[in-house]
């Protein structure tokens, strides 16, 4: 039986094998841990979903597969087991396959007793998705890799002789037209990232410094944050909440609460909550009362959601994933406190599920924490708004008799998507979040 890369989300394409829990020869019982594998936002240990034995590792640990690559193969007892080369001689290269149904599976393995060849144009498709083929302005089908190949090598899309069915055009059909020299007739938008590495380091010849490679995490964020400035139009809406309620709500509620994290006497669950985890019901029922920002850009459409899935930004080693509470609405703020706690432990050992930390209409980053008082958030797409949580300060404020007063405030700034949230619509929903975080027990009803 192949062992297959698995698929850790419609976005994820490769992953990267860091440790083996088998060698060849082992036994396999169904649920056994094989392999540990990691991606540009988690780590996960995959089961055997099969009994037999290990009888070939074609990707080692430290190699990167794709989604779909046969990884190892487990055989029956008895079963030849098929040594590692310490220096494994490069694959054939795989033919192209045959024309198929538009949505049928085609997973890519490696010749039989061959390591696999990790070939960075290969596309994999999945039964109930076509995996973002545009539609060009020529009417040739093309998956979003060979469109992005074709532009960056300027090909005339004339030029590309389709291998796939109903003229569909993959990433290895744009390999053969640039092979033949094909010219532009069209240029696809790329992203700028600035000078190049030579660029930057002929600038600082007499510095010393140390080179930092990017890992898998860093490069996505890069790639993902210029992406983010350069195709959504942001706007910024600021306002000033007075939390003097909330914080005053916040010490009771946990100097009434267990001391500690699991389940006290009563089996009801301990809790210690944080303005953060008020900030993130506020939004949340901010959302409900503006249903219209409650919607993410879908390029040709918009989509509006019923709940109110909100993502929290959490600062990881080398980068940040961000969580995400599902019906965060419907939670008391005991539930969310806890359910915040977990999910931002598991963050930080890159442990979360695929499903975990994709989806949302909104996201809340919070640099509070670290003494920021202000400061605007880039919006992680496909999310419309983001919100950006600054420090509470005692400052001077007019009361509503004139007099001045000290209250704490805290500053709130709402970076949103212009194609989906107009200026009035965003300030509506900053509003709504800022009521419920100045009257936090409108959050208990």
């Known amino acids: 039986m192949d062992v297959l890369m698995p698929q850790l989300g419609e976005t994820v394409a490769e992953g990267k094998i860091t440790k083996w829990f088998k060698s060849p020869g082992d036994a396999v019982k169904n ?14 240990e995959v089961p055997s979903i099969t009994n037999g034995v290990l009888t070939e590792i074609r990707v080692p640990a430290g190699a990167v597969a794709l989604v779909g690559a046969v990884v190892a193969v487990i055989g029956g007892a008895g079963a030849a087991v098929v040594a590692q080369s310490a220096a494994p001689a490069p694959a054939p290269k795989v033919p192209a396959p045959k024309a198929a149904p538009a949505q049928s599976f085609t997973p890519v393995a490696a010749r039989p007793g061959a390591p ?56 290895r059909d744009v390999e053969t037209a640039l092979a033949k020299g094909g010219r532009a007739s069209f240029a696809a938008p790329t992203l700028h990232t600035g000078a190049n590495a030579e ?46 309620q909330l914080l005053k709500l916040r010490e009771e509620a946990n100097a009434g609460a267990p001391k500690n994290f699991s389940k006290n006497a009563g089996g009801e669950p301990a809790y ?62 005991s539930t969310i406190s806890n359910e915040m706690r977990d999910l931002a432990d598991r963050a930080r ?16 980053s919070n640099l509070g924490m670290y003494g920021v008082r202000e400061f605007s958030a880039i919006i992680n797409p496909p999310h419309a708004t983001i919100l950006a949580i600054g420090a509470s300060q005692r400052r001077p404020v007019e009361a509503a008799d004139g007099s001045v007063k000290f209250a704490s405030l805290m500053t709130l700034t709402l970076s949103c998507d212009h194609r989906v949230v107009d200026g009035a619509l965003g300030a509506e929903l900053l509003a709504a979040a800022r009521q419920f975080l100045e009257s936090p027990v409108r959050m208990l009803v």
């Open 31 to 44: 649920g056994d841990n094989l392999f540990e594998i990691e991606t540009d936002k988690v780590s996960m």
């Open 116 to 171: 696999i060849k990790l070939d960075p144009f290969f596309e994999v498709r999945t039964p109930s998705h076509n995996y973002g083929a545009a539609r060009l302005p020529s009417g040739i089908t093309m998956t979003p890799l060979a469109r992005r190949l074709a532009a960056e090598g300027g090909l005339d899309t004339g030029s590309i002789s389709p291998s796939g069915a109903h003229g569909r055009i993959f990433a």
């Open 199 to 244: 660029q930057v380091k002929a600038l600082y010849q007499d510095v010393p410094f140390t080179e930092v490679p990017l890992d898998g995490m860093r490069a996505t964020i890069a790639r993902r944050l210029v992406e983010a400035k350069q195709t959504i139009p942001h706007f910024y809406l600021v306002a000033d909440a007075e939390i003097d």
């Open 272 to 333: 210690k909550l944080s303005v953060n985890d008020f900030v993130i019901k506020a939004l949340a029922l901010a959302l409900q009362r503006v249903p219209a920002a409650n919607a993410v850009w879908a390029g040709d459409r918009m989509l509006r959601f019923q709940h109110s899935d909100v993502g929290i930004a959490v600062a990881i080693e080398g980068g940040l994933l961000t969580p995400v509470v599902r019906n965060a609405e419907e939670k008391s703020l």
């Open 349 to 364: 050992a890159k442990k979360l599920k695929p499903n975990e930390y994709q989806g949302g209409a909104s996201a809340i």
